[in-house]
């Protein structure tokens, strides 16, 4: 085969074929499975969304009804796995935690053979929200949550567990969206560490461990706790305006804005934003959102550079109490759905992903024996 000269990090090369989402194509710029990002976020609960990632269509009502009530019964975590999650202690990276929890729980219920990768995909979605809780309150409140609650959907679960008390219709239909709008982004860099896994044939376990430490680095997932650190610095509009003219002047980089693919907007910014509005004034807000809206305002005047999914989410999970360090952790509850998803899509290929590499070392030259090394 003819060596062609492949972009830097592959950007911009197509990797191979998947049914389940475009990205930056036609249309508001985001579908997933050939439905509007728009549409699902308005119309859709994040449970039909998962049910529509994973088995390819949306389901009819009494596939929902059935969907939600299987999820709910996977709620409860093994009990030893939650003796390793008392284990770990409170200043764990939660990244971490996550990766371990879908590591014990891969032990402890390995999956068998890819017969059985839908149910293995429904269990991990319906525990990982147990998984983070149930570390989280353990090690900072010494409390050990039931992760077997009654609540709807997942989101609800989640803040049910979190605070202890069952969320608001609008906190409830937040965590939708929001679990919506992180399901599923075609081949970012998680889900290909997960693709490439799963073209090894191994187990989903295996696969999705690796995108949880893909989504781990700074440069993928995170973006969203890291504009909540800055936001947080500053007491008004007018300090944030100074603060960020600052950081473009140094070339520094104003987390949450830019995407590597989108141009001009990320689909996904006006919906969180107006979540993240209502948000604000349900709490009676009148800091960090016109914070966030300066800062928006500042850098697509000065760059014509415009806030992606995880600036506006920043403030949003903040007004419902979520701690910053869980905010990365959110997105994998939600992209567990995407990642399962080309996990089995890729198992369909039965090829290894197997690139190769411009070779930049030394000319072949003859062995040296250890004696005349020098
Ligand atoms: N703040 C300030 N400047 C930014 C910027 C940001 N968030 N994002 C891009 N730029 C600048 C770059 O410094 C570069 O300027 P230069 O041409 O003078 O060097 C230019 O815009 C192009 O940026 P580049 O890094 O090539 O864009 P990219 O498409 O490769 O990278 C991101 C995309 C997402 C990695 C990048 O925008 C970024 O780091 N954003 C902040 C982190 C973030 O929010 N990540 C979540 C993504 S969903």
Not at 84 to 101: F, I, K, Q, W, Y
Not at 219 to 247: C, F, I, T, Y
Request: proline share 6%.
């Amino acid at each position: 085969m003819a060596e062609n000269s492949a972009a830097p990090n592959l950007r911009g090369m197509v990797a191979g074929e998947t049914k389940l989402c475009t990205v930056g194509k036609e249309g508001t710029g985001l579908h997933y499975r050939g439905y509007d990002i728009h549409e699902l976020a308005e119309h859709a609960t994040f449970e039909e969304v998962a049910y529509l990632l994973l088995y390819g269509e949306l389901p009819n009502r009494g596939q929902l009804r059935e969907y939600n009530a299987r999820l709910r019964g996977q709620r409860q975590l093994p009990q030893a796995l939650k003796e390793v999650l008392e284990r770990l202690p409170s200043a764990a990276h939660p990244m971490d935690v996550m990766r371990t929890g879908c590591s014990v729980l891969g032990v402890l219920e390995a999956e068998q053979s890819f017969a059985q990768q839908h149910a293995v995909a429904d269990r991990l979605l319906a525990a990982l929200p147990g998984i983070l809780t149930y570390w989280y309150r353990y090690s900072h409140d010494g409390v050990r949550v039931d992760p077997a609650t009654e609540d709807d959907s997942i989101g609800a679960q989640f803040l049910h567990l979190l605070h202890g008390t069952r969320p608001n219709p609008l906190h409830e239909k937040v965590m939708h969206v929001s679990l919506i709008l992180y399901a599923e982004h075609e081949f970012n860099a998680s889900t290909f560490t997960a693709r490439v896994c799963a073209s090894t044939q191994s187990d989903m376990h295996s696969c999705i461990g690796g995108a949880i430490g893909s989504l781990r680095g700074p440069l993928h997932g995170g973006a969203n706790e890291a504009a909540m650190a800055m936001l947080e610095q500053w007491s008004d509009p007018d300090e944030a305006e100074r603060a960020v003219l600052q950081k473009l002047e140094c070339k520094n980089k104003v987390m949450g804005f830019g995407h590597a693919i989108y141009r001009t907007q990320d689909p996904r910014n006006a919906i969180i934003k107006a979540w993240s509005r209502k948000l604000a004034a349900e709490v009676g807000d009148r800091s960090l959102y016109p914070i966030s809206e300066r800062v928006e305002e500042v850098m697509w005047r000065e760059k014509r550079l415009f806030a992606n999914a995880d600036f506006y989410h920043a403030p949003a999970y903040h007004f419902m109490g979520i701690p910053t360090k869980l905010f990365t952790p959110i997105f994998v509850l939600s992209r567990i759905t995407g990642w399962c998803a080309h996990v089995m899509e890729q198992r369909e290929s039965r090829h290894i992903i197997r690139p190769s590499a411009k070779y930049t070392g030394p000319q072949p030259r003859p062995w040296v024996p250890i004696q005349d090394r020098g």
